[in-house]
């Protein structure tokens, strides 16, 4: 399947929202269903995702400044993903991971982890080509067998030595590995919020 590629210039919050424009079909198989968002941040996805009603939304947002900011009525986890992980083990229907793999050193662990532990029927995962970890944090030349990282992400269970150009192909396939098809994909030039541009699957299990 080709990428499809459109614009979104995400800068500013009138940008975002045209951003969740474009990705709004997505978003759409969150209604009546349980769903989990990883990296919330700006929050702005998150309101989004509950104007479909959803049955529930639980957002996990490690980071102190974004949670105070958090909207009412939102229900967010306050720490790392392993550590929601440990103590969570409810699955979702539905998992929206933005703006997270490019963070950590081990993103496999993470895809490991919700593909075991949420097993959702649906998973939207959207990363970059991260090549925007070397402009933002100084991890260039290490490894993502390292253990620890931003997000406190620890180890996983591939022996793996890639440096921070994994092929984004690279997460396709594991995630196909474990019993998961793709209903769609795409690739928006982004450059604003991310520094680079932005892939997007939407995975659902068999």
């Not at 929202?17 to 941040?41: A, F, H, M, Q, W």
């Not at 939207?124 to 992400?153: M, P, Q, Y």
Request: charged share 25%.
């Amino acid at each position: 399947m080709d990428w499809d590629k459109i614009s979104a210039d995400t800068l500013t919050s009138e940008n975002y929202t045209k951003y969740l424009d474009t990705i709004d079909s997505y978003l759409d198989e969150c209604r009546g269903k349980t769903v989990l968002e990883l990296g919330p941040c700006n929050w702005m996805m998150s309101e989004r995702i509950l104007s479909k009603n959803p049955i529930s939304l639980d957002t996990m947002e490690p980071d102190l400044n974004a949670h105070k900011i958090m909207p009412e009525g939102l229900t967010n986890h306050l720490m790392t993903a392993n550590d929601f992980f440990a103590k969570d083990k409810r699955t979702f229907d539905v998992v929206i991971c933005t703006g997270v793999m490019y963070h950590l050193h081990s993103p496999i662990h993470l895809l490991e982890q919700i593909i075991n532990i949420a097993k959702p029927k649906q998973f939207i995962l959207e990363t970059t080509r991260n090549t925007a970890l070397s402009v933002r944090i100084s991890l260039n030349k290490e490894k993502f067998n390292i253990i620890g990282n931003a997000h406190s992400d620890k180890g996983i269970d591939k022996p793996i030595e890639y440096s921070l150009n994994l092929p984004n192909k690279y997460y396709e396939d594991i995630i196909l590995e474990h019993g998961y098809e793709i209903l769609c994909k795409e690739y928006i030039e982004e450059t604003h919020r991310s520094k680079c541009d932005v892939y997007i699957w939407h995975f659902i299990r068999k």
